[in-house]
């Protein structure tokens, strides 16, 4: 069986801070796909990343950044810079294979003062 | 904008009644898949099509819960007799690329909101 476990309920911080969103996943497959998605509060989910278990190495995208660890199982991702607009609910998910169901986690809600 | 519409985007309903909701691709594409989001949760996997096929279902899914896609391009989703602890958020994804591929992200609609009084 697949989890994947977002340990933050909620976090708080001051624009122009850096955060760090955790993710820890289990799975017993030796490929498997994760991903972080992004619940603005206007609702809908925005795909943001995805992340082979056979590539490790880490990305970055703007203000935003991943780091794999399989050592770890650990799929974390990191914004610089906060700003107002990153205010959202933030999923990691897993899949087994392509065209595969998601497993998400529970969500980390960011929110993100001027 | 995703490619899925999904319709209505809000249902209130008396519990004991039937409710239908409809996902609609833009495009064509071979999958189709549906999940749940309650309160504070992340969205929980229901069932998904390949084509008109319904391949997987959770056990989330009641015998209550019925859900077709009878040409393979738009599908629904039906709860019967619903009761309090079906109001969520039911979602809609199909895979990214085109539509004879089978892309490893998914790509959701923008729910309908579910709730049951």
């Known amino acids: 069986a697949q989890k994947v476990t977002q340990a933050q309920t909620e976090i708080s911080v001051v624009e122009k801070e850096d955060v760090t969103l955790d993710c820890v996943y289990e799975?017993?497959?030796?490929?498997?796909?994760l991903f972080w998605y992004k619940q603005p509060p206007s609702g809908e989910l925005v795909f943001l990343i995805r992340?082979?278990?056979?590539?490790?190495q880490n990305e970055i995208s703007g203000r935003y950044s991943w780091n794999f660890q399989k050592s770890t199982s650990s799929f974390n991702f990191t914004i610089t810079a906060s700003q107002v607009v990153d205010s959202a609910v933030y999923f990691c998910?897993?899949?087994?294979?392509?065209?595969?169901?998601?497993?998400f986690g529970g969500g980390t809600r960011l929110m993100v003062k001027p | 904008d995703t490619g899925v519409s999904q319709n209505p985007r809000h249902k209130i309903t008396k519990r004991g009644q039937n409710v239908t909701f409809r996902c609609d691709p833009i495009?064509?594409?071979?999958?189709l898949y549906w999940y749940r989001q309650t309160l504070g949760q992340g969205p929980e996997f229901l069932t998904y099509?390949?084509?008109?096929?319904?391949?997987?279902k959770s056990r989330l899914l009641s015998d209550r819960f019925s859900a077709e896609r009878p040409k393979g391009s738009f599908s629904t989703l039906e709860i019967q007799r619903t009761e309090q602890g079906d109001s969520a958020m039911y979602l809609c994804?199909?895979?990214?690329?085109?539509?004879?591929?089978?892309?490893?992200?998914?790509?959701f609609g923008p729910g309908t909101r579910l709730t049951v009084t």
């Open positions: 998910a897993l899949s087994a294979d392509a065209g595969n169901m998601l497993t």
């Open positions: 799975t017993r497959d030796t490929t498997y796909y």
């Open positions: 992340r082979n278990s056979f590539d490790e």
């Open positions: 495009s064509e594409h071979n999958r």
């Open positions: 099509f390949q084509n008109e096929a319904q391949l997987e």
């Open positions: 994804a199909i895979p990214g690329g085109g539509a004879g591929s089978l892309s490893y992200e998914q790509y």
